[in-house]
């Protein structure tokens, strides 16, 4: 199983960006596919999970801010991120879970900078 992650890069606080996640396997297949995010000198953090059944858990620092959707038809989740803070930079993961075993995709960059 491969998760393909893209979509980082800088942004000035207030701006977007968009992630996307693509899976090798049906994202269907997944019990939880999402992203995490690490900043340095912190910990790695959920910030947003599909779980099956279609729902979808955010951290509380995101919400209202951060959106998760699934592209069924190209097995890929993608993260939107508006009104984005400095504090929202960090290395973002795709994570997915599948079966006993979890997936990790490389990271990407999010930098948010004037």
């Known amino acids: 199983v491969q998760l393909q992650a893209s979509g980082g890069g800088l942004v000035q606080p207030g701006g977007s960006l968009r992630l996307s996640c693509a899976a090798s396997?049906?994202?269907?297949?997944?019990?939880?596919i999402g992203w995490y995010r690490q900043a340095p000198g912190k910990q790695r953090e959920l910030v947003a999970v599909?779980?099956?059944?279609?729902?979808?858990d955010y951290a509380d620092s995101v919400k209202g801010r951060f959106t998760l959707s699934g592209d069924i038809g190209r097995d890929m989740v993608h993260l939107k991120m508006n009104s984005l803070k400095p504090e929202d930079t960090a290395v973002y993961y795709c994570h997915g879970y599948r079966g006993s075993n979890a997936y990790w995709g490389q990271g990407t960059q999010v930098t948010v900078s004037s």
């Open positions: 599909i779980r099956s059944g279609g729902y979808t």
């Open positions: 396997e049906n994202i269907f297949s997944f019990v939880t």
